[in-house]
C-alpha cells in the first residue's frame, strides 16, 4: 500500500472515527515510601517534587513499561479521531486549538496530590523520526529542527485523558488546523499511553524545507476544559531533554489543563 504522505503546505484529509471517551480514572491519593510518592498514578523517585523533574521520571517509566508489554516494540494504544460534538452536548462553535502558552521556565510551585487531586497536569511531546518502513529511529526535543526530506510524526503522553488537534502556520501567519484535518474532530488519546500523530502506520509528515516563519502546533486539553470558564487560566511551563520536551500546568478543582506550543520548522541543529 502506498504510504500516505503528509507535506506540511497540504496535508491529506482523512475519515474521522467518532467515538466515546469515559470519564478519567479517579485521581490517586498521597503516598509515600521512602523518597518515592505516586505521581499520576504511578510510583516514582519523589525526593525532587519539581513538576518538570517529576514528570520526566513519569515519562521514563511510563514508556519503559509500555515497551516491556509489547516486548520491547512500540504499541499503538487506543486512540482515535473523534467529533468534538460529543463533548459538548451537540455544540460545534467551540475549538480546541489556542495561541501557545508555553514557556521555557522553572515551574514556582511544588508538585503536590491530595483529596482534590494533583495540583499539575503535563505532556511529554517528541519528534519521532522515521525509517522508510514507518519505524521510529529516535526522539528528540521539539525545537531541535529537521533534516530536509525527514520522514516524522509527533509523540504525545500524557498524564491526563486529552483530545489533542496539530496545526499550521504558514509562511504569511495564516494558521490552519493540520491534523485531523477536519475542523470539529480533535484525536482522543488515554493517559499513560504514548500516542504518536498521525496516527495510521503509513501516515506522516515530510520536511520539504525551512520556510521563514512556518510552524508546526499542537493544542493538547483535558475535554472538559471545552465547557467555559473550566480551563486552566496559567501558562504551561515547558523543559527540553534529549528525549523529547516536557510541559506542565498548574491546576485546581474544576480547572482542567490546555497545553498548547508551536514547532519552528527549520534546518536540524546538531547536539551539543
Known sequence: ?????????????????VSAQSEPPPLPSLAKEAESMIVW?????????DP?????????????????????KEKSPDAAIVGLAGFLGGRTDVTVAIAPNARMDTPPLLYHVN???????GVSVAVAALDGKGAPLGYRPLGAGFDLGERFKLRFLSTFDAVVVLGHVDASGKDNQA??????????????????LPLGDKEFFKF?????????TFTLRDPRSLD????AAGRAYRRDKASGSDFVQAVAPE?????????PLGPRIPAP
Open 1 to 17: 500500500m502506498r504510504p500516505y504522505l503528509f507535506l506540511l503546505s497540504a496535508l491529506l484529509l482523512l475519515p474521522g472515527v
Open 41 to 49: 498514578g504511578m510510583v516514582v523517585d519523589g525526593s525532587d517534587r
Open 52 to 72: 518538570l523533574s517529576l514528570l520526566s521520571a513519569w515519562s521514563k517509566h511510563r514508556t519503559g513499561l509500555e515497551k516491556a508489554a509489547a516486548g520491547g
Open 115 to 121: 483529596g482534590k487531586g494533583e495540583n499539575y497536569q
Open 179 to 196: 491534523y485531523p484535518p477536519k475542523p470539529g474532530e480533535a484525536v482522543s488519546i488515554p493517559a499513560g499511553k504514548a500516542v504518536q
Open 208 to 216: 520539504t524545507g525551512a520556510v521563514a516563519g512556518e510552524k508546526l
Open 228 to 231: 467555559a470558564g473550566r480551563a
Open 255 to 263: 480547572r482542567f489543563p490546555v497545553i498548547s506550543e508551536s514547532i
